[in-house]
């Protein structure tokens, strides 16, 4: 049977304030609080709130037979909790009806995987601990930064207890092969990849109110056919695109949600069904290990990191934000540390691109890539400045990196403790149950006169056997000793307070033997 797995990316870029319009190494406050209101409600408003009211609906209408998956960045759910908390409501709702999986992520959005395994792993931990926080699950499956993949990022996904990850079904790739199978990580067969199909996904998000199209007006049945008439081993279907495709991308006015309504109902009536990512890594077998020794992605026709890093500037400004990454991690600042997880943004690396505008690509408030260098370079140098003035003696990176791994690992061993601690009071608790449960049975058995009135009777002959035959063997062996203290007291007993004081303390030496 086909299974689609649908998926949609929630996240707002941080704006930046122009460095024009504050005092650089005065004014630390380096965002643009209007412009960042006025793109969050905007964007919540015509297509975050309805979209997410319609798979309400479509939960009550279909039940558990729709399913969807949503992944948010913890900048993203930080502006949402600002500007629309309207959303993060909407989205506890779906969580409560069982037909909604979110899945990991880096908390900033931004592009660690390629530059340090230790602050990938410390914000993807932080993002999942709010996704506890606010939905109460728990994510099992991880999505990178615009679903950056390599083998290498795959095996640090294992390592951290991950069962899949998404990957883009980049052609490079792939080859001959189909996106529509479960493969594996090159580097760590336990974790499942599973490959979006970006044919299908783009003719939803980008190609469904184009007019020029050839499929257009594209129709839910028409889709379910699509999927329903592909090879029938090709049974995993991964649609992947972000939320504003529903209302932005593709307006309300081009009926997108009523398409997006109807599609159940379609693909029921074909058999095709829904389901999460982690019931599809649960369920389905990987059929290979698909490599990928570079990073591939799922923007641009090239799939890969080159819209983020593919000029001078972009490196330049990559280099110098990670230099200070040591430093960060053993920073306790919290103002540090968000500015860290904004200025990491990908968005931020997005704006100084050279390539060709593709068609969802914003260039912010910025007149050219080079405005936009200009501008993060400043805020970034004002940023090290601060973070450089908390440690005051110059250490190197690897020495903080050794601290930093030095107090991580002592933070596992204290979990780790206190693990077994509360496992230790765990049978304590049961063993005090067990002796509790021991005294109530001891007491009826005292209640039943009849039947247990021989057995005291029994037990205590047996006790009094045994001490008889213990003394016996004493007295054997300590007989020779014992003998004259014997006499002493025979003979003395007549007159015992009349004797001298010097035969008192022999009596003594006796008892002690």
């Given at each position: 049977?086909?299974?689609?797995?649908?998926?949609?990316?929630?996240?707002?870029?941080?704006h930046?304030?122009r460095?024009?319009?504050?005092d650089?190494?005065?004014d630390?406050?380096?965002?643009?609080?209007y412009?960042?209101?006025?793109?969050?409600?905007?964007?919540?408003?015509?297509?975050?709130?309805?979209?997410l009211?319609?798979?309400?609906?479509?939960?009550?209408?279909?039940?558990?037979?729709?399913?969807?998956?949503?992944?948010?960045?913890?900048?993203g759910i930080?502006?949402?909790?600002?500007?629309?908390?309207?959303?993060?409501e909407?989205?506890?709702?779906?969580?409560?009806?069982?037909?909604?999986e979110?899945?990991?992520?880096p908390?900033s959005?931004?592009?660690?995987?390629?530059?340090?395994?230790?602050?990938?792993m410390e914000?993807?931990?932080r993002?999942?601990k709010?996704i506890?926080?606010?939905?109460?699950q728990?994510?099992?499956?991880?999505?990178?930064?615009?679903?950056?993949?390599?083998?290498e990022?795959?095996?640090?996904a294992g390592?951290?207890?991950?069962?899949g990850?998404?990957?883009e079904?980049?052609?490079?790739?792939?080859?001959?092969?189909?996106?529509h199978f479960?493969?594996?990580?090159?580097?760590?067969p336990?974790?499942s990849?599973?490959l979006r199909?970006?044919?299908?996904?783009?003719?939803?998000s980008?190609?469904?109110?184009d007019?020029?199209?050839?499929?257009?007006?594209?129709?839910s049945?028409?889709?379910?056919?699509?999927i329903?008439?592909l090879?029938?081993e090709?049974?995993?279907?991964?649609?992947?695109m972000e939320l504003?495709?529903?209302?932005?991308?593709?307006?309300?006015?081009?009926?997108?949600?009523?398409?997006?309504?109807?599609?159940?109902?379609?693909?029921?009536e074909?058999?095709?069904?829904?389901?999460t990512p982690?019931?599809?890594v649960?369920?389905?077998?990987?059929?290979a290990?698909?490599?990928?020794?570079?990073?591939?992605?799922?923007?641009?026709?090239?799939?890969?990191?080159s819209?983020?890093?593919?000029?001078?500037?972009?490196?330049?400004?990559f280099?110098?934000l990670?230099?200070?990454?040591?430093?960060?991690?053993v920073?306790?600042?919290?103002r540090?540390?968000q500015?860290?997880?904004?200025?990491?943004?990908?968005?931020?690396?997005?704006?100084?691109?050279?390539?060709?505008?593709?068609?969802?690509?914003?260039?912010?408030?910025?007149?050219s890539?080079?405005?936009?260098?200009t501008?993060?370079?400043?805020?970034?140098?004002d940023?090290?400045?601060?973070?450089q003035?908390?440690?005051?003696?110059?250490?190197?990176?690897?020495?903080?990196n050794?601290?930093?791994t030095t107090?991580?690992?002592?933070g596992k061993?204290i979990?780790t403790?206190?693990?077994?601690?509360?496992?230790?009071?765990?049978?304590?608790?049961?063993?005090?149950?067990?002796v509790?449960?021991?005294?109530?049975?001891k007491?009826p058995?005292k209640?039943?006169?009849?039947?247990?009135?021989?057995?005291?009777?029994?037990?205590?002959?047996k006790?009094?056997a045994?001490?008889?035959?213990?003394p016996v063997k004493?007295?054997?062996?300590e007989?020779?000793k014992?003998?004259p203290a014997k006499?002493t007291?025979?003979?003395?007993?007549?007159?015992?307070?009349a004797?001298?004081?010097k035969?008192?303390?022999?009596?003594?030496?006796t008892?002690k033997?």
């Open positions: 049977m086909k299974t689609i797995c649908l998926y949609f990316e929630i996240h707002q870029p941080v930046l304030k460095y024009r319009f504050f650089i190494g005065a630390h406050y380096y965002y643009d609080d412009e960042n209101e006025r793109a969050i409600t905007e964007t919540a408003e015509r297509s975050y709130i309805p979209a009211k319609t798979m309400l609906e479509m939960t009550e209408t279909y039940g558990k037979y729709f399913k969807v998956a949503f992944s948010l960045s913890g900048v930080e502006l949402l909790e600002d500007y629309a908390p309207e959303v993060i909407l989205l506890q709702e779906l969580s409560k009806t069982g037909c909604v979110f899945l990991a992520e908390y959005h931004g592009l660690s995987s390629l530059a340090n395994e230790e602050v990938f914000e993807t931990k993002q999942c709010k506890k926080e606010l939905f109460g728990t994510p099992k499956v991880l999505r990178n930064s615009s679903l950056i993949y390599s083998d990022i795959g095996a640090l390592r951290m207890g991950f069962k990850m998404i990957a079904g980049a052609k490079h790739v792939l080859g001959w092969k189909s996106p479960v493969y594996s990580c090159a580097h760590n336990k974790v990849l599973l199909d970006y044919k299908l996904s783009d003719d939803i980008l190609r469904f109110n007019s020029s199209w050839s499929e257009y007006p594209l129709m049945d028409r889709y379910a056919d699509w329903a008439q090879p029938q090709e049974q995993v279907i991964n649609i992947f504003c495709a529903l209302g932005i991308f593709q307006p309300l006015s081009s009926n997108i949600l009523e398409f997006f309504k109807a599609l159940p109902a379609a693909c029921k074909r058999g095709i069904e829904f389901a982690s019931e599809i649960g369920k389905t077998k990987a059929v290990a698909m490599d990928m020794p570079e990073p591939v992605s799922w923007n641009d026709e090239e799939r890969d990191t819209c983020w890093l593919g000029n001078g500037m972009q490196r330049e400004a280099s110098k990670y230099q200070e990454a040591g430093r960060i991690m920073c306790q600042d919290r540090i540390k500015d860290w997880d904004r200025l990491q943004a990908s968005n931020n690396f997005r704006y100084m691109t050279t390539k060709p505008m593709s068609v969802n690509m914003i260039r912010g408030f910025y007149d890539p080079y405005d936009a260098f501008n993060y370079m400043n805020i970034l140098g940023f090290i400045k601060r973070v003035d908390l440690f005051p003696i110059e250490v190197e990176n690897d020495e903080l050794a601290l930093y107090i991580h690992n002592q061993e979990e403790r206190d693990h077994e601690i509360s496992q230790l009071r765990a049978r304590l608790s049961k063993l005090e149950g067990a509790a449960d021991k005294k109530e049975e007491v058995a209640k039943a006169p009849a039947k247990k009135a021989a057995a005291p009777k029994a037990a205590p002959a006790k009094e045994a001490p008889k035959a213990e004493e007295e054997k062996v007989a020779p014992a003998e006499k007291p025979a003979k003395k007993a007549a007159a015992p307070k004797a001298a004081p035969k008192a303390p022999a009596a003594k030496k008892t033997k």
